[in-house]
């Protein structure tokens, strides 16, 4: 266990819907990252908060967007769902902005 | 911009046999780098990370990596493969540059331990 919890840990949803994902980091880390794994893609980096604040950007469609609250846990917004956005998305901690992550079980977003 | 290849989507050994996974890296500046695996249905666990203090990393579960500049590989090995080393393995580059811990990774190699 790595400290990372992510929920809910599966979602069916239908194409042209949102979702929220959730992430609690470990105690005492201040940054969190947000990633996304699919068969195609592989992984792939998506945003990191840091703080509260936005650190890093990567390949993050318009349609998705995140935050990290003042209680450092985060959300990652998902909107105008389409099929292809079917994917594991997986959230990592860090106690600074640079140093070594730990992850979550992920979360198994199914579009439909 | 820095990326990571791994050589072999699949790599395939029987128990007790040395295990090899290979990774290059792409990078301008140093770069830190890491191995992860990847249980079925579970998140990344970090098995060791190289950040140039010293070119032969030892990780967990009986895993090391030895970076070589000239070569630019960070490859992983393991001298005896136990049937619960079968799991998917990822090497990453941490840019060296900028104030961020985000992780580009590589394709991935699946292990397969045969007994």
């Known amino acids: 266990d790595s400290g990372v919890t992510q929920t809910p840990k599966h979602l069916i949803t239908a194409t042209g819907q949102r979702v929220t994902l959730r992430c609690s980091p470990r105690?005492?880390?201040?940054?969190v990252y947000w990633y996304q794994q699919s068969l195609d893609q592989g992984l792939q980096f998506l945003i990191q908060?840091?703080?509260?604040?936005?650190?890093a950007k990567g390949n993050i469609l318009e349609r998705f967007s995140a935050q990290q609250f003042p209680d450092l846990h985060s959300e990652l917004n998902l909107s105008s769902l389409e099929l292809g956005d079917s994917a594991l998305y997986f959230c990592?901690?860090?106690?600074?902005?640079?140093?070594?992550?730990?992850f979550g079980q992920g979360t198994r977003l199914t579009v439909v | 911009a820095q990326s990571v290849t791994q050589l072999g989507s699949h790599v395939s050994v029987s128990e007790g046999a040395l295990v090899l996974l290979r990774c290059n890296y792409s990078?301008?500046?140093?770069?830190?780098l890491f191995w992860y695996v990847q249980y079925p249905n579970q998140g990344l666990q970090l098995l060791l990370k190289?950040?140039?203090?010293?070119?032969l990393v030892k990780g967990i579960n009986g895993f090391e990596a030895e970076f070589k500049k000239s070569e630019t590989s960070f490859h992983l090995t393991k001298p005896s493969a136990h049937m619960s080393d079968a799991a998917e393995y990822f090497c990453?580059?941490?840019?060296?540059?900028?104030?961020?811990?985000?992780?580009?990774f590589g394709q991935g190699t699946t292990l397969q331990v045969k007994p």
């Open positions: 105690s005492g880390d201040l940054s």
């Open positions: 990592a901690s860090s106690v600074a902005a640079y140093t070594e992550a730990f």
């Open positions: 990078s301008s500046v140093p770069p830190y």
């Open positions: 190289y950040t140039s203090a010293a070119t």
């Open positions: 908060y840091y703080n509260g604040e936005e650190r």
């Open positions: 990453a580059v941490r840019p060296g540059s900028g104030n961020t811990g985000k992780l580009i």
